[in-house]
């Protein structure tokens, strides 16, 4: 007999009850907005609910040239026939699942015109240029996600798209949490697990002063594996910490200080 085959579902380690918050907000056919800094977890959260609700996941990273038609569709011209091609959005509504559109605000703003019909409780995608209407599916669900760190007040979701979705927000998880995770994703011993999340936490609060973005989860777990893989402790917080929270000289002399103090 066959097994069914059913697909894993990736590691996600809950910090507070957002699991049953996003399954509440699945059932009820509501529309979540995650906010929080670059690496904390959210995309591996959607991912985590999207296997555990068994439905297919559609990712868009957002960027600032993206357009209302790149999430819609458009027609375009093969082999001297015009033929209407779906965009990411409308094949998630078409066929049910969760669409995740990562860094929202960063979409041109004609993409909010074909959200909001979307978020309330009409659930449809009007599609102007095929005249078409879709209505959302019941395992439809429209996920987006923000880093309210480094918008400007140009770059922020206008109260009117905002107040369309559940909003939940994340933040770098409690020491034990994270350490449980570098632990998980690495395969690094508990001891250097804990140093390297103590090092972040000192690394975070320079970050309120000197740096545009907070050492992420991310990057400590990345550490953490270039330390599994046998790189001197310090050769991997160079590459893994330093180097990428900044270009400054003087910041970068002053993040090796806190990591020559740490180990
Ligand atoms: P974001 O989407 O917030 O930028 P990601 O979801 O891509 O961040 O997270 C970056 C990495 O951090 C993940 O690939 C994973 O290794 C780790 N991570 C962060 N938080 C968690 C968590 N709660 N459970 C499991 N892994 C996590």
């Not at 399954?23 to 056919?29: D, V």
């Not at 918008?151 to 350490?179: C, D, I, M, Y």
């Not at 999340?197 to 975070?204: K, W």
Request: charged share 25%; with cysteine.
């Amino acid at each position: 007999m066959n097994t069914p085959f059913t697909p894993a579902i990736p590691y996600y380690r809950a910090v507070g009850d957002e699991c049953e918050l996003f399954t509440h907000a699945y059932k009820n056919h509501l529309p979540l907005l995650i906010k929080g800094p670059t690496g904390c977890g959210k995309t591996r959260f959607v991912a985590h609910m999207a296997a555990r609700l068994g439905l297919p996941l559609t990712t868009v990273a957002c960027h600032d040239d993206l357009s209302a038609a790149d999430l819609v569709g458009r027609f375009l011209i093969t082999g001297g026939e015009t033929r209407w091609s779906d965009g990411p959005l409308t094949r998630a509504v078409r066929d049910g699942g969760i669409c995740y559109l990562d860094e929202i605000v960063e979409a041109r703003k004609d993409t909010t015109v074909v959200l909001h019909p979307l978020t309330d409780d009409r659930r449809i995608l009007p599609i102007e240029r095929t005249g078409e209407t879709l209505e959302a599916p019941p395992g439809f669900m429209l996920v987006v996600s923000y880093n309210p760190g480094y918008q400007n007040a140009l770059k922020s979701l206008k109260p009117s798209t905002r107040q369309r979705f559940l909003a939940l927000q994340f933040g770098f998880p409690p020491p034990s949490v994270e350490t449980e995770i570098l632990i998980a994703e690495s395969d690094v011993d508990p001891a250097t697990a804990k140093r390297l999340v103590a090092l972040g936490e000192r690394l975070r609060l320079l970050a309120r002063q000197d740096l545009e973005e907070a050492v992420s989860t991310r990057l400590l777990v990345y550490a953490a594996k270039l330390a599994v893989g046998g790189l001197p402790l310090a050769a991997a917080c160079e590459a893994a910490l330093v180097e990428p929270l900044s270009d400054d000289p003087a910041v970068q002399s002053a993040l090796r200080e806190v990591v020559r103090a740490q180990f």
